[in-house]
């Protein structure tokens, strides 16, 4: 089994910065794809990005050179670093990690991005 607690989000003005982290415990191996999912409301769920061991991590087009993901395989947690937010980035994110097929979600955390 595996859990996911994710920390971070909020409210933020646009052109301003967030720090989402995500701390999981479980069966889990570097191997396995963690990253990061997010849901505006009225949208389905999308891919913001993910990670694994010895391959780049990969973004969806919107938040390319904007947002970075990265892993702390020792200590099971992987974090998103949010600059240049937009409004269009409002949403609520969520950590994924798929172990062996089976996709492990986070509770979720707001973030807002508004003036």
């Known amino acids: 089994q595996v859990e996911l607690v994710e920390s971070g989000g909020g409210l933020v003005q646009p052109g301003g910065s967030l720090r989402l982290s995500c701390a999981a415990s479980?069966?889990?191996?570097?191997?396995?794809?963690m990253g990061w999912y997010r849901q505006a409301p009225g949208k389905q769920r999308e891919l913001v990005g993910g990670?694994?061991?010895?391959?780049?991590?990969n973004y969806a087009d919107s938040v390319k050179g904007r947002f970075t993901i990265s892993r702390d395989y020792t200590k099971n947690m992987v974090t998103l670093q949010m600059n240049s937010l937009k409004s269009e980035d409002t949403a609520v994110y969520y950590c994924?990690?798929?172990?062996?097929?089976?996709?492990?979600w986070g509770q979720g955390t707001q973030v807002t991005v508004s003036s």
């Open positions: 994924n990690v798929n172990s062996f097929g089976t996709d492990y």
């Open positions: 479980g069966r889990i191996f570097s191997t396995n794809l």
């Open positions: 990670i694994r061991s010895l391959s780049r991590p």
